[in-house]
């Protein structure tokens, strides 16, 4: 049974992705860790505890990160995700309290006990696992695999011609993850523009499967599925933290990668762009996933909806 440590930065497809987590029946959620990028900290914090209140799995500890990237002022992505990160739903309190510790020092902690068994699966923002690196640089060799949900190998981004938001955010963090010692698995932007589309129809088909799970993802979405079709023209809208996170339940749903170095552009021009790269010594190989399943992905979202409250 995989045991999962999930850091994120709570927006709408977050959200629908730790539901995928909590609902799978072969994997375990040990804890959540919480950094600011779709929304401020506090928010995605809360936005969070939401969803595990949603799942019923109040049971799940959350720790609170870091509030900005290493460097840049913080930038958010409340025009895609609402102001509230969740499509402006609204949602009460959800009445959980976060841990004492920070995510950092729990990051450090959680990867000290894994003695590799453990999964890390990374949603948002670097920030909180380059901070971690910073204390212990050979986090990442203490955990089985590290899933990165995050870049565009392919040079085409979501919020620069070249970059992906969550590399972007903190390209400096992002630096220091890909040249750590680890085995790494990076779900980028490009996947998720192919097997991780939603169409109208299929966001209609959460709300039907009859659970507060599938009516919740449903609702999260309305704002990303609006944005995409008033401001890019498009009928449709993706999921890349519920690939990433899909792909980390079941590998066989990566069905084409590519291990090789990335290096993080951090030049105004270049700033979060990911380079595939074989020239440079200092970045070793993260399996890059450029082709996924999406009927896979898609059956697998469907089941944890359903499977949970």
Known sequence: MPKLIIDTDTGSDDAIALLMALAHPDAEVLALTTVAGNVPLDQATRNAK???????????????????????????????????????????????????????????????????????????????????????????????????????PDMVGNVTDMAEFN??????????????????VMVGWNVSMTAGLISPEQRQAMAQVGTASGQFAHDVTSVVEAFCHQELGIPFFSLPDPLAVAIALDDTIATRTQAIGVTVGRSDEARGATFPTHLNPDAPATDIVWEADGDAFQTQMFDALRALP
Do not use: K
Not at 53 to 75: F, K
Not at 117 to 144: M, S, Y
């Open 167 to 184: 590399i972007w955010v903190d390209p400096e963090a992002a630096a220091r993850v890909f040249v750590a010692p680890g085995a790494r």
């Open 50 to 152: 939401s969803t595990l209140r949603v799942a019923e799995r109040t049971d799940v500890p959350v720790y609170v990160g870091c509030d900005r990237p290493l460097v840049h002022p913080l930038e958010t992505a409340t025009e895609v995700h609402g102001e509230d990160g969740l499509g402006n739903a609204n949602l009460p309190d959800p009445g959980i309290n976060s841990q004492d510790e920070h995510a950092v020092p729990a990051l450090v902690r959680l990867a000290a006990e894994s003695n590799g068994e453990h999964d890390l699966i990374t949603l948002g923002p670097l920030t909180n696992v380059a901070a971690a690196l910073a204390i212990d640089p050979d986090l990442l060799t203490r955990f089985r695999r590290t899933v990165i949900m995050g870049g565009a």
